[in-house]
């Protein structure tokens, strides 16, 4: 089975750049998580959805950062304007149902000149 | 939140020793799991485990929930186990349900 798909792997812009991050969920999955990991702050949550439905997205930093989910197997995060504060690690996470496993894409590496 | 600890930061091995790493949370949780992150970044979910004992070949973990603390074990450990484990964990009650919390993570080398 294909896991948590992330694109792109690596993402080089400038300040003030439109960057979109890209999710494919595991079939069937339920529920999809958006992650960010940082040195400052570790791993941290940002928004998660269920059945393409958004449940919280307060851990999403500021107005900068909107997320979606048009259907079971694609979800978006997108930053509009970028800052280089921005750069970190991206991860997308699915589950089945609420409370198991998390399955974690490999990421996108984000780096914001 | 939710604080979540992890203990030691750093835990340097030679081929072939035992380790345990512990988790200690401050509240009641109804979902605990432990990742592995490897040094390409991949995180791997190791086990899902809220209370209980559970082992998947040379590791194995046990949760005390009345107690509030994990621990994972790691058995005759091999160099591929290098990376940092993280534990997550989801409150039991309030606003937060379905979000995890991760400690700091557990930084491990194992030299050959």
């Known amino acids: 089975d294909a896991g948590v798909i992330q694109s792109p792997r690596h993402e080089v812009t400038e300040m003030g750049q439109e960057v979109t991050l890209r999710c494919k969920p595991i079939?069937?999955?339920?529920?999809l998580f958006w992650y960010r990991q940082t040195m400052m702050r570790g791993l941290e949550l940002l928004i998660y959805?269920?059945?393409?439905?958004?449940?919280?997205d307060s851990g999403m930093p500021e107005d900068r950062f909107s997320a979606k989910m048009p259907n079971a197997s694609f979800s978006t995060l997108k930053i509009q304007p970028s800052e280089p504060r921005d750069s970190a690690v991206y991860f997308c996470?699915?589950?089945?149902?609420?409370?198991?496993?998390?399955?974690f894409g490999d990421g996108t590496r984000l780096s914001i000149l | 939140g939710i604080q979540v600890e992890q203990s030691p930061p750093d835990l340097i091995l030679q081929e072939g020793a035992n380790s345990t790493l512990r988790c200690n949370f401050s509240d009641s949780v109804n979902n605990l799991q432990w990742f592995h992150q490897n040094p390409w970044g991949q995180l791997i979910n190791l086990f899902y485990i809220p209370s209980g004992t559970k082992q998947n070949g040379r590791l194995s973990a046990t949760t005390v929930a009345t107690e509030r603390y994990s621990l994972l074990y790691i058995s005759s450990s091999q160099t591929t186990d290098s990376g940092v484990y993280f534990c997550?964990?989801?409150?039991?009650?309030?606003?937060?349900?379905?979000?995890?919390?991760f400690g700091r993570g557990t930084q491990l080398t194992v030299w050959p």
């Open positions: 959805f269920n059945n393409n439905v958004p449940i919280d």
């Open positions: 079939s069937g999955h339920d529920y």
């Open positions: 996470a699915s589950s089945l149902v609420w409370g198991q496993p998390q399955h």
């Open positions: 997550a964990v989801e409150r039991m009650r309030g606003s937060t349900l379905g979000r995890l919390y």
